[in-house]
């Protein structure tokens, strides 16, 4: 999926070193969350998951951290890679089923 | 094991048409989730079919409709098309059980262009 938006916040960040990207949720009924990678051309790929009885989970070369108080999620990703370029999205799920809300996404731009 | 298959990949329409887009989940899942993708109001839950029955609705209106096979297999349908139906139409498939940390898993998309 191209995704064009016209108002994505970009990140730009230099190979190597670490990117944070922030998102608010808006259901503090909430009790799942998720973040997803988009490149040009490709639909939402998992990246990583946290439930919200967790603060933090760890992947390989990513963390995600929940602060429930603020309704506030992170993807951390460590010595980010050209490869790492793409949209990312967090998404949140407040019951069983597949009804996700996803926010509206960071472009993250990894300078070599 | 293969992932979620869209098909076609584009198609360009023009208004009053309608449209079946359908999707392939990953063999096993009997989960299957429509979503529509755009540069303005990004990405949007339309419906989610689970044992050949809708589960989950989203605020689209009636001209969105779907349905699913008993091979898990699905359609969605969009009558009367409209300029904003433009988009990018995402399936996504799961196992379909009850687990709240049930991942989903996406295809492509099928990129509609409405003239």
């Known amino acids: 999926g191209e995704n064009v938006g016209l108002h994505l916040p970009t990140l730009s960040v230099q190979e190597g070193d670490n990117s944070i990207i922030n998102c608010a949720y808006s259901?503090?009924?909430?009790?799942?969350f998720i973040w997803y990678k988009q490149e040009s051309g490709k639909g939402p790929q998992f990246i990583i998951d946290?439930?919200?009885?967790?603060d933090k989970r760890q992947g390989q070369r990513v963390t995600v951290l929940l602060n429930k108080t603020v309704k506030h999620l992170s993807l951390q990703i460590a010595a980010t890679q050209p490869g790492d370029s793409a949209v990312y999205f967090c998404?949140?799920?407040?019951?069983?089923?597949?009804?996700?809300?996803f926010g509206g996404g960071t472009r993250v731009l990894v300078k070599p | 094991k293969a992932g979620v298959t869209q098909t076609p990949r584009y198609l360009i329409k023009t208004r009053g048409q309608q449209v079946t887009l359908s999707c392939s989940p990953i063999?096993?899942?009997?989960?299957v989730s429509w979503y529509q993708q755009t540069p303005g109001q990004g990405l949007q839950f339309l419906f989610e079919?689970?044992?050949?029955?809708?589960?989950n609705k989203g605020n689209f209106p009636g001209r969105f409709s779907g349905r699913q096979f008993s091979n898990s297999r699905s359609e969605m349908n969009v009558s009367t098309l409209e300029l904003g139906d433009s988009a990018l139409y995402l399936c996504?498939?799961?196992?379909?059980?009850?687990?709240?940390?049930?991942?989903?898993?996406f295809g492509s998309g099928t990129q509609l262009s409405v003239l």
């Open positions: 996504a498939s799961s196992l379909g059980g009850s687990a709240t940390n049930e991942k989903l898993f």
């Open positions: 946290i439930r919200s009885n967790m």
């Open positions: 259901n503090s009924a909430s009790d799942y």
């Open positions: 063999s096993g899942h009997r989960s």
């Open positions: 079919y689970f044992s050949e029955t809708q589960r």
């Open positions: 998404a949140e799920r407040k019951a069983a089923g597949n009804k996700l809300t």
